[in-house]
């Protein structure tokens, strides 16, 4: 009896390490925002129940601190969302557009 093997192109170009890295950073792709649209994010108590990790940088929120808060909800540290938001408009976790005047 036989063994066939089925040869998936797909399955055997797939690279989890790749899938899981953000790209090259493309100085020519910057996002130009200001400190002031990322000051003007709603401050939130991080010790409230279900945030307790900043997913940016994967640091716990010290008790008193607040996080800022993107339009979609979702609370990150005031430096973190900040830099993140120089390179990426959108949600380090769901994607939705942090920043309605760009793209």
Not at 88 to 99: A, D, G, T, W
């Amino acid at each position: 009896m036989a063994i066939m093997s089925i040869h998936c192109p797909i399955d055997m170009s797939f690279d989890l390490d790749d899938s899981l890295t953000l790209p090259p950073q493309d100085p020519g792709r910057r996002i130009e925002t200001s400190t002031a649209l990322v000051i003007d994010m709603p401050i939130i108590d991080a010790v409230a129940p279900g945030i307790d990790v900043c997913s940016v940088c994967m640091e716990c929120f010290r008790p008193g601190e607040g996080g800022k808060q993107v339009p979609c909800g979702h609370v990150y540290h005031q430096t973190c969302i900040a830099e993140w938001s120089v390179h990426h408009n959108s949600c380090p976790l769901c994607r939705c557009k942090i920043f309605q005047d760009y793209n």
